[in-house]
């Protein structure tokens, strides 16, 4: 059965920098085959759970201020209106067409480079309570066993004001944020991540909330943690990658 994962997107140009996470990506893709894919993106944003029901997403260029050639990448995977649907029905979610945002597509651009696997998005209901959002993962969970892969696509730190150079080193404040929630994961202490928001430096490493969230629904959607990968770009990205089987 596969495990869900969350994985941390960064910057777009991801996509176009050969760094430690985008190499992560590209193998990790390698060792997954599912039949379907199901994100949660921090990009994604609403007040209540929605689905898209797109057959062909177009590939959303949510950013500025980067090069062009950022904005000439597609990602043509093609949707899936059924698991959509079913998605919906499940979830009490509502159902629209809409791209993927840069969340999905740049992450899955370097895993699955065919973009030959179906792919539907949920929204990201940003004001749920914590528990709520893990229900949402263990809502999902099921569909592991039918091959479905769930994603959570976040950041686990994401302090864009205070943004550095590619290859600065990690500054304390963020440091002690990662390696408090990387403790609480492998301790399995669900119960200090559902009040992530008081550990040491929650709020300067995420001055709003989106972009940890994911990593709850990921958690919810599976069981024990494997760290898959640490890395960090522009000193406040923490990079970190983890299975939940």
Sequence with gaps: M?????ISHGSPMLILTPTPAHHFLRALGKRLTPKAIIVVSAHWESQTLKVSTSPWPETLHDFGGFPRELFEQ???APGEPALANR???LLGASEVERGFDHGTWAP???MFPKADIPVVTLSLPVRWSNDKLIDLGKRLAPLREEGILVIGSGSLTHNLYETMPLDNPMPNWVGTFAEWVDT????????ALLAWQAAPEASRNHPTPEHFQPLL???GAGGDVTP?????EHGVLAMNAYAFA
Excluded: G, I, T, W
């Design 2 to 6: 596969l495990p869900s994962l969350f």
């Design 74 to 76: 597609q990602y043509p």
């Design 87 to 89: 998605l919906a029905k």
């Design 108 to 110: 899955l651009s370097l």
């Design 184 to 191: 609480q994961l492998v301790n399995n202490d669900r119960e």
């Design 217 to 219: 629904v990921a958690m």
């Design 228 to 232: 898959l990968h640490r890395s960090v």
